[in-house]
């Protein structure tokens, strides 16, 4: 199984801020990797797939890259409603998520 | 917009089985372009991948519950189960259905259905 793992799994930021999350997994995985946002008694929404591709109707300052192992997120410019909590899910072989990275104020 | 509602018991006991169901509206279940599954999320915990269906009822079970787990689908209702066997306390969850695309992109989800397992 591939082992998906997120860092930091918390961080402090304020409005206006860069955020970066980085994900790592356990073996190559091309760029089968998504990104999802979850906020408090909500489902997960997807903000990023194949690595960098933004999903339609997510704002210009989600950002992805990265690519074999080694995967980032960048939000820049934090808004208010960003503060969430993220997680990577590898597509290459079945599934598997990483652990979150909750972005709090 | 494509929607899908989780529903079935939201307190199972210990050994006994959990039985959900996710309906979906208002497209077809028996589109050769997608898979239906199901993800839960312990309390404070991230996210699980059980297992997913293709219309045809070809299944793809994660390997760790594979032993407990039956996904099947029921086209004429728009409807996709989940059933989970001898459960126990640690598998109360938040308990979402999901369209998977194939490469496990998940765009729709539904809204997650809470599952206690407790005398």
């Known amino acids: 199984d591939i082992q998906m793992t997120q860092s930091p799994s918390s961080l402090s930021a304020s409005v206006g801020d860069r955020v970066t999350i980085v994900c790592r997994a356990s073996?190559?995985?091309?760029?089968?990797l998504n990104w999802y946002q979850q906020k408090p008694g909500t489902a997960p929404k997807l903000l990023i797939h194949?690595?960098?591709t933004l999903e339609s109707g997510v704002p210009s300052r989600f950002s992805g890259s990265g690519s074999v192992t080694e995967f980032t997120l960048t939000i820049s410019g934090l808004q208010p409603e960003d503060f969430a909590t993220y997680y990577c899910?590898?597509?290459?072989?079945?599934?598997?998520f990483g652990g979150g990275t909750k972005v709090e104020i | 917009q494509l929607h899908l509602q989780e529903s079935g018991p939201r307190l199972v006991k210990p050994s006994e089985t959990l039985s959900l169901t996710c309906t979906v509206s208002?497209?077809?279940?028996?589109?050769?372009?997608?898979?239906w599954g199901w993800i839960r999320q312990p309390p404070g915990q991230g996210l699980e991948w059980i297992g997913s269906?293709?219309?045809?009822?070809?299944?793809y079970y994660t390997a760790s519950l594979a032993s407990r787990v039956t996904i099947s689908v029921d086209t004429s209702n728009n409807q996709f189960s989940l059933r989970l066997t001898s459960v126990s306390a640690a598998d109360t969850a938040l308990y979402y259905c999901?369209?998977?695309?194939?490469?496990?992109?998940?765009?729709?989800w539904g809204q997650g259905l809470w599952v206690t397992v407790s005398s």
């Open positions: 999901v369209r998977r695309d194939f490469g496990y992109t998940l765009r729709f």
């Open positions: 208002p497209d077809s279940i028996s589109s050769d372009d997608y898979y």
């Open positions: 269906i293709f219309h045809r009822g070809k299944t």
């Open positions: 073996q190559p995985i091309s760029r089968s």
């Open positions: 194949r690595a960098s």
């Open positions: 899910q590898q597509s290459y072989s079945s599934t598997s």
